[in-house]
């Protein structure tokens, strides 16, 4: 966002200045009533993932005279925290809203754009019509999913494309099974990124982390410092979803220290359990990203998992190229399903005034 709009962008909870209150076992966050952002007005993206309680601590810390603009896509998965809080919002009634449903001619050169649109609509794209920047390549097994989604990585889309592996995202809507993110992340890695006498290695549970690896952090750490590579600047907190490499590894104090993106993290032994690989990520953790070119995994998987929304979300994470590996069947289950988990929050009936019939 800072670099498409040529300004300052921030998450909420850096924005907030959050912190974390130890007796309480609660996020605070500095920026409140009794002390508003010195904002005149606030642009909210991707606010399908906003949850009900973060869109309240937003709301407290604005001035009554901000204007507040969001924008998202309430058919994307929901946010991982409490309540659906922008379907419920534009679902209301009561908050002026702007549907974008038009495709402008640039955008319906895409196949991307034009099979996430089908997609949404519950229609399957036309599997076999590998056109522009949407592919799908059939594969019946995991083994041979997972052997094609390596090469691909590896050696087809760097050589005959030019998109180098570290602009490639691996997407799959499970971590287990053949093609679930555990599987992948092993296999990738000794691809992308095979072992060596000069690269340290630190083994932590199930997974080894080794220099040069592509990571993810799981959960939010609000306390944790960081700062800039080459520079005197630093801060506080590193976010569930930032995805860094592997700088170095010191294999006496087995400290890790994680590059993102210029902020440089020194993770202890006991704060290992908040990396993961990130060679491939579900969905739901790609949700709010965007990558050049995104692989998605299709095969078996729990029904709650293999849903109209998940297959949307991974094939909007897409700027230039979108592939799809494993079975027709698969998709065709996934774009059919539109299963959607039900949540309760009373957010739509207060604003719409439906008061009397809530529960006390």
């Not at 010195?38 to 009554?64: F, G, Q, W, Y």
């Not at 599997?127 to 990585?153: G, M, W, Y």
């Not at 005959?160 to 287990?176: F, H, Y």
Request: charged share 25%; glycine share 8%.
């Amino acid at each position: 966002l800072g670099e498409l709009c040529g300004t300052e962008a921030s998450t909420i909870h850096r924005l907030l200045e959050t912190g974390f209150d130890p007796h309480s076992g609660r996020l605070v966050f500095s920026h409140g009533e009794d002390d508003p952002l010195k904002a005149d007005a606030v642009i909210v993206d991707e606010t399908s993932m906003v949850d009900v309680p973060l869109m309240a601590a937003l709301l407290a810390a604005l001035r009554n005279d901000c204007r507040l603009v969001l924008v998202g896509d309430p058919d994307q998965l929901p946010s991982v925290g409490p309540g659906n809080l922008f379907g419920d919002l534009i679902r209301s009634g009561t908050v002026p809203t702007v549907r974008l449903t038009q495709i402008f001619r640039q955008a319906a050169q895409s196949a991307i754009v034009r099979n996430a649109h089908l997609v949404n609509a519950g229609e399957l794209p036309d599997l076999r019509k590998n056109d522009n920047d949407f592919f799908f390549l059939s594969r019946r097994d995991p083994q041979s999913a997972a052997e094609t989604i390596v090469d691909l990585c590896r050696r087809r889309l760097p050589e005959r494309m030019g998109i180098p592996a570290d602009q490639i995202q691996v997407l799959s809507p499970t971590r287990r099974r053949g093609t679930g993110t555990s599987a992948l992340n092993q296999a990738l890695q000794a691809a992308l990124n095979p072992p060596s006498e000069e690269k340290g290695e630190r083994r932590f549970g199930d997974t080894l982390f080794r220099e040069g690896d592509r990571v993810m952090q799981v959960k939010n750490n609000y306390d944790i410092l960081w700062r800039e590579d080459g520079g005197a600047a630093s801060g506080m907190g590193v976010f569930n979803g930032d995805i860094g490499r592997i700088q170095s590894i010191d294999p006496r104090g087995e400290c890790i220290t994680v590059d993102f993106e210029g902020r440089i993290v020194e993770y202890s032994p006991d704060m290992l359990g908040e990396l993961e690989p990130a060679y491939a990520v579900t969905v739901h953790k790609a949700q709010g990203s965007e990558y050049r070119a995104v692989i998605l995994a299709a095969l078996d998987g729990a029904p709650m998992l293999l849903t109209r929304g998940v297959l949307y979300t991974a094939i909007t994470r897409a700027r230039s190229l979108f592939i799809v590996v494993g079975e027709e069947s698969v998709v065709a289950r996934m774009v059919a399903n539109n299963r959607q988990t039900r949540r309760y929050s009373g957010l739509r009936a207060r604003l719409a005034g439906e008061t009397a019939s809530l529960p006390l």
